[in-house]
C-alpha cells in the first residue's frame, strides 16, 4: 500500500469534500464518474472520555495519493449547521483539507501566522470493529471564503486507505490538484502561501502553490471558462474543480460517458461537468 503520510515538516494536499444535501443522489454521481466508494459512515468527535456525534457521514474514493469526499448532514450540530450554509450557496466542493505529521505543531503556527484557530479536535469514524482516528485543526468558520481548510493527522492510515478500495473503474491513481477561482487572485494566493506556509508560484495567468504532494492552483474566472469551459457555480473567490490523475483518458471518458456524466477535452485534460446533486467539476490528466 502507497505511504500517505508525510514526513515530518511536509504538508501533502489530503482530500477535498463535496458538501451534498442528498448522500445517495451525490454517491450515484460520483460513481457514474468511475469511482468506487466507501461504506457510509457516521462521524462522530471524542471530547473527554465521551463520543460525541459530529453531525455528518460520509463516503469516499480511496485513492493512491489522497481521497475524495461526499459529506451530508446526519444530525443538528453547529459542524452540520456550516455544512448547510454551504450547501445554500451551492452543492459541490468546500474542502482543502492538508496532511501533516503533526497537526498540533501546524495548529500552533496557523495562530501565529494570524489565523483564528479552533481547539484540535480528535475525530473518528467506524471502519468495522474498530476506528478510523484523525487529530484536525481547524479555523475559525467564514476565515475562508472557499469553505473549510485544515489540517490533519492520520493515526490509523490501514484503517482509511483499505487495499481492496484503491482500484476505480476509471484509473483514477492521486487527488493531484484543487483548483480555486478568484476575481482577484492575488488574495487567495497570499492566504493560501500563509496557510500552507508554502510559498505562491506565479505561472502565467495562473498561480500555484506547490506542496510536497500535490499543489494548489488559482485562476480568474475569465481564463477559467477560456481555458477548461469551466464557469464557477459559486461566488469567486471559491472551489471549482479537483484534479485527478488517472493511468487513461480513454478509461476515464468511457466512463463518464457511460455514467451520462458531460465531459471534454481541454488543454491536455479531460474536464466532467458534475451533476448539481454533487458540484462542481472534475479535470483529469495523466
Known amino acids: 500500500m502507497p505511504n500517505q503520510l508525510p514526513s515530518p515538516g511536509e ?3 489530503d482530500h477535498t469534500a463535496f458538501f451534498v444535501p442528498a448522500m445517495e443522489e ?9 469511482f468506487r466508494l466507501s461504506p457510509f459512515t457516521i462521524q462522530t468527535n471524542r471530547e473527554g472520555d465521551e463520543t460525541v456525534p459530529s453531525g455528518t457521514g460520509n463516503r469516499c474514493a480511496m485513492l493512491r495519493n489522497g481521497y475524495l469526499e461526499v459529506l451530508a448532514v446526519t444530525s443538528d450540530t453547529p459542524l452540520s449547521a456550516q455544512l448547510k450554509e454551504r450547501i445554500a450557496d451551492h452543492p459541490g466542493l468546500h474542502l482543502a483539507a492538508f496532511t501533516t505529521a503533526d497537526a ?13 484557530t479552533l481547539p484540535l479536535v480528535d475525530m473518528r469514524r467506524p ?7 484523525f487529530t484536525i485543526a481547524r479555523i475559525a468558520h467564514g476565515t475562508m471564503p472557499e469553505g473549510r481548510a485544515q489540517f490533519l493527522t492520520h493515526h490509523t492510515e490501514p484503517l482509511v486507505w483499505l487495499p481492496d478500495m484503491l482500484d476505480h473503474p476509471n484509473g483514477a491513481e492521486a ?14 494566493v497570499a492566504r493560501y502561501a ?5 510559498p ?6 495562473m498561480t500555484t502553490i506547490d506542496l510536497d504532494r500535490g499543489r494548489i492552483v488559482i485562476m480568474t474566472p475569465a481564463f477559467l471558462a477560456q481555458t477548461y469551459g469551466i464557469t464557477p457555480v459559486g461566488k469567486p473567490p471559491c472551489l471549482v ?13 468511457q466512463c463518464l460517458d457511460s455514467g451520462g456524466i458531460p465531459s471534454r477535452f481541454a488543454h491536455r485534460s479531460l474536464v466532467a461537468d458534475l451533476p448539481a446533486t454533487l458540484g462542481d467539476a472534475l479535470v483529469f490528466h495523466t
Open 11 to 13: 504538508v501533502f494536499l
Open 26 to 34: 451525490a454517491a450515484d454521481a460520483l460513481e457514474r464518474c468511475g
Open 104 to 116: 498540533a505543531a501546524e495548529h500552533r503556527r496557523l495562530a501565529e501566522a494570524g489565523f483564528p
Open 127 to 133: 471502519v468495522g470493529d474498530d476506528f478510523a482516528r
Open 175 to 188: 487527488l493531484s490538484a484543487l483548483w480555486i477561482a478568484a476575481d482577484d487572485p492575488a488574495e487567495p
Open 194 to 198: 500563509r496557510f500552507t506556509g508554502r
Open 200 to 205: 505562491a508560484i506565479p505561472k502565467g495567468p
Open 241 to 253: 474543480a479537483a484534479a485527478i490523475r488517472v493511468g487513461s483518458l480513454a478509461a476515464v471518458k
